[in-house]
């Protein structure tokens, strides 16, 4: 899927200490809403203005999309709050399972249960101790190893359907977790089986 990234520079030279408290705990990106559209396209059409006030008008503009992402990052917030945090990990942990041979990001897992990015951070760390990222990389782990015991797979294929690029780094994501290496599970767990 294509998107379109825009973005704009603000500088503000003296931020009170309890603006700068509350920037910190919002979102650094929300989704874009029409008014907010409306106002990027009303400044990037003032930068070419010849009109003398062409500068105080575009400061001021400026500052109207600066409060106006706050108040939108500050309302998105008070909405993620009221769902609860159960129901957010659930539709996450779904949502990871389906997608474990995908590139997945944090942000399309945010997204899938309609949460900023920072918000089911936090509530992965409340909730699970880990974060959503950690959480996709040990199911992936555990998935390889289930597929290397219960399949003839080649490794390379089970890398692949597990969501690792390449073999090497599957290989070193197993032996992290397990101290062994792919062909070594596979050898234990086939010579348990023989024996047993």
């Not at 769902?83 to 990871?96: L, N």
């Amino acid at each position: 899927m294509n998107t379109f990234h825009s973005y704009l520079h603000l500088s503000i030279p003296r931020i009170p200490e309890t603006l700068k408290e509350l920037l910190y705990e919002l979102p650094k990106s929300i989704p874009l809403s029409k008014q907010m559209a409306q106002l990027t396209s009303d400044l990037i059409a003032l930068k070419s203005s010849s009109l003398s006030t062409r500068e105080i008008m575009l400061k001021t503009q400026s500052v109207l999309l600066f409060w106006l992402f706050v108040g939108e990052a500050e309302s998105l917030c008070k909405k993620e709050t009221t769902k609860p945090s159960h129901d957010i990990i659930e539709g996450a942990c779904r949502f990871i399972e389906a997608h474990l041979n995908e590139r997945v990001t944090l942000e399309s897992i945010a997204a899938a249960v309609s949460v900023c990015p920072e918000y089911l951070i936090r509530v992965f760390n409340q909730e699970l101790h880990t974060t959503p990222v950690a959480y996709l990389w040990q199911r992936r782990v555990l998935l390889g190893i289930d597929l290397l015991e219960h399949s003839g797979l080649s490794i390379y294929m089970i890398a692949e359907r597990c969501g690792f690029k390449t073999r090497n780094h599957f290989s070193r994501k197993i032996a992290d977790a397990t101290g062994n290496s792919p062909k070594e599970i596979r050898r234990k767990f086939w010579r348990s089986r023989v024996v047993d």
